[in-house]
C-alpha cells in the first residue's frame, strides 16, 4: 500500500502536502458536499466487510466498500444489518449517532468518524460501547466520486472505532499508522 498514510514516522506530525489546505477549519464552515468516498487503502487495511449501511450511491461509488451497500435510497437505517459491518456514516451529529447506536448494538463493526473525543456520540456509543478505538495519525484526505482525492484534507483528526475482538484484532493488525487504544476491561 502507498500513500501518506502508511509512511508517517513515529513521533512525526503529518505534514500536509505541498500546495495543499486543509478542506476545513476548526470553525463550522457551510458545506453543501455530502458525498465524501473512504480513502480506498483503509478499506484495504481493514480487510473485507459484509455490509455498508452508508454507502454513496452507485453512481458515486468508484469502490466497493462491502459485498452489500445499502445508501441514501435504502436509509441503511431501516434495514437488518448483517455480519461485519463497515460504517462512514454522515458526519451531521445527529445522523452519525443514530449509525453508530446501531453499530453499537450490531456488535461486529467498524467506524470511520472524526476523533471529536469530547462529544456526546463518543461518550454514548464508543467510550462505553466500543473494544478499541485507532487515532488515526495525521488528516485523512477523503475523495470525489470521480474517484480523485480532494485537494485538501478533513476538517479534524480521524479515527476507527471497533466493535467485536475480531474488528479491535484487525484495528490492531493493521498498518494504518496511529494510536491503537484497547477500550476492553482488562
Known amino acids: 500500500m502507498s500513500g501518506e498514510l502508511f509512511t508517517t514516522e ?7 502536502p505541498a500546495g495543499r489546505a486543509k478542506a ?12 465524501w468516498l473512504t480513502p ?6 481493514l480487510g473485507e466487510f459484509d455490509l455498508d449501511p ?11 466498500t462491502a459485498r452489500v451497500h445499502y445508501d441514501i435510497t435504502h436509509n441503511g437505517l431501516t434495514h437488518e444489518w448483517h455480519g461485519r459491518v ?38 454514548k456509543y464508543i467510550w462505553a460501547k466500543a473494544d478499541a478505538v485507532l487515532f488515526i495519525k495525521g488528516r485523512l484526505t477523503f475523495y470525489h466520486a470521480n ?7 478533513g476538517g479534524a483528526p480521524s479515527a476507527l472505532v471497533a466493535y467485536g475482538a475480531a474488528n479491535a484484532a484487525a484495528l490492531k493488525a493493521c498498518k494504518i499508522a496511529g494510536q491503537y487504544i484497547d477500550l476492553r476491561p482488562r
Open 147 to 153: 474517484g480523485q482525492p480532494a485537494a485538501a484534507s
Open 86 to 123: 463497515w460504517c462512514n456514516p454522515p458526519y451531521e451529529n445527529e445522523i452519525a449517532g443514530k449509525f453508530l447506536a446501531r453499530l453499537a448494538g450490531h456488535g461486529d463493526g467498524i467506524a470511520l468518524i472524526y476523533a471529536r473525543v469530547e462529544t456526546g456520540n463518543w461518550f
Open 40 to 45: 480506498p487503502e483503509i478499506i484495504r487495511a
Open 24 to 35: 476545513f477549519s476548526h470553525d463550522r464552515v457551510e458545506n453543501t458536499k455530502h458525498e
Open 54 to 64: 452508508c454507502a454513496p450511491v452507485p453512481e458515486l461509488r468508484p469502490w466497493p
Open 10 to 16: 513515529p513521533g512525526a506530525r503529518s505534514p500536509e
